[in-house]
């Protein structure tokens, strides 16, 4: 028989090539699955290029003072705040007082009476700019200005008001024919005035994305619910509202962990009293970091991982019982 005569110059040259050197024609029959192996490495590598920045800011912005803060609550302090002693879970055992479970109730009670009525508000705020009124934007811009005040201007606003000789409040009560209210050296009303502080603060906020929530439903279902008869107040309580069901949830998550941190108000206003009438866990961990030289940053930083762990709790719990009954369209 005779030999296979190569149909090309290409074919001819590779069979000589092989036949001359058979190392060089397994490493090219090898070359395309190196391609292929290198390929997912190249872009594995390139990923990781893009993620560097993020992990570096999340690393020296959270993963580091979160570290640096289980390394303080285990360690004594010196006069300064360096730490000189490991002291273990001291700090915490520390925490099972009478003192620090009132501080607990009164972070509590705020919160709830910052985010309750402040949603409340928001949500009854913004069904009446719903309705047919008269200068709708003109109202709706108004309920949203004290978004645009910072936590100082409208505290200071507020210490005007609340003043006991020459406050707006009090001269309203005598006008009235009532008596004074110790606003704010009172037990009993600091720290309902610090809440009526914070919830309208916070009332913008909480009208432009209940706002928002109702503007993105369709018009097709508020046209389907006044030809079944459902107007007013039912078509508000059985169609408004359960669709703003995601905005609602989303406004109480963000407003309970606000509440938790709220600080400025308490501070210029109270500066936790009468009495640790309005102190609060956020409030205590100034105090004994940085209030009148202190520096016990040991302790400090225990009561911030407790904060810590009361936000994430907070939060599982939300998402957990909460979300389960909002309805996501």
């Known amino acids: 028989m005779l030999p296979a005569v190569p149909t090309s110059t290409t074919e001819a040259v590779t069979g000589a090539d092989a036949a001359a050197d058979p190392a060089t024609s397994a490493r090219r029959r090898r070359a395309p699955s190196a391609d292929r192996a290198s390929g997912p490495r190249r872009e594995t590598?390139?990923?990781?290029?893009?993620?560097?920045?993020?992990?570096?800011?999340?690393?020296?912005?959270?993963?580091?003072?979160?570290?640096?803060t289980v390394y303080l609550s285990m360690h004594g302090n010196d006069i300064i705040g360096r730490?000189?002693?490991?002291?273990?879970?001291?700090?915490?055992?520390?925490?099972?007082?009478?003192?620090?479970?009132?501080?607990?109730?009164?972070?509590?009670?705020?919160?709830?009476?910052?985010?309750?009525p402040g949603a409340i508000g928001a949500l009854a705020v913004v069904l009446l700019l719903e309705s047919q009124v008269r200068a709708q934007r003109f109202f709706r811009s108004a309920f949203a200005l004290?978004?645009?005040?910072?936590?100082?201007?409208a505290s200071v606003i507020f210490a005007v008001f609340y003043n006991p000789a020459s406050g707006v409040l009090n001269g309203l009560l005598h006008q009235l024919g009532l008596g004074q209210v110790a606003w704010l050296t009172s037990t009993d009303m600091a720290l309902i005035s610090i809440c009526?502080?914070?919830?309208?603060?916070?009332?913008?906020?909480?009208?432009?994305?209940?706002?928002a929530g109702v503007g993105s439903i369709p018009r097709e279902v508020n046209e389907a619910a006044l030809l079944d008869g459902a107007a007013g107040v039912r078509?508000?309580?059985?169609?408004?509202?359960?669709?703003?069901?995601p905005q609602l949830f989303?406004?109480?998550?963000?407003?309970?962990?606000?509440?938790?941190?709220g600080f400025g108000q308490i501070h210029i206003l109270t500066q936790?009293?009468?009495?640790?009438?309005?102190?609060?866990?956020?409030?205590?961990?100034?105090?004994?970091?940085?209030?009148?030289?202190?520096?016990?940053?040991?302790?400090?930083?225990?009561?911030?991982?407790?904060?810590?762990?009361?936000?994430?709790?907070?939060?599982?719990?939300q998402f957990g019982v909460i979300e389960r009954k909002v309805h996501y369209s």
């Not at 009526?196 to 706002?211: E, P, Q, R, S």
């Not at 078509?235 to 069901?245: D, F, H, Q, S």
């Not at 989303?250 to 941190?261: E, G």
């Not at 866990?281 to 520096?295: P, R």
Request: aromatic fraction near 14%; charged fraction near 5%; include cysteine.
């Open 45 to 68: 590598l390139l990923a990781w290029g893009f993620l560097a920045p993020s992990i570096a800011v999340f690393a020296l912005f959270l993963l580091y003072p979160l570290g640096r």
């Open 83 to 116: 730490p000189s002693r490991f002291v273990g879970l001291s700090h915490f055992q520390e925490m099972f007082s009478a003192e620090f479970g009132k501080v607990l109730v009164v972070t509590a009670l705020f919160t709830l009476g910052v985010v309750i």
């Open 146 to 153: 004290p978004f645009a005040f910072s936590v100082a201007s």
């Open 196 to 211: 009526l502080t914070t919830v309208w603060m916070n009332l913008g906020y909480g009208v432009l994305i209940l706002a």
């Open 235 to 245: 078509r508000a309580w059985w169609i408004t509202v359960p669709l703003l069901g």
């Open 250 to 261: 989303f406004l109480v998550v963000i407003s309970t962990i606000n509440a938790l941190q």
């Open 272 to 317: 936790g009293g009468p009495v640790g009438s309005t102190t609060t866990l956020v409030y205590s961990i100034y105090q004994l970091a940085f209030a009148h030289g202190t520096s016990d940053f040991g302790r400090a930083s225990a009561q911030a991982l407790v904060l810590l762990l009361m936000v994430l709790i907070c939060t599982a719990v």
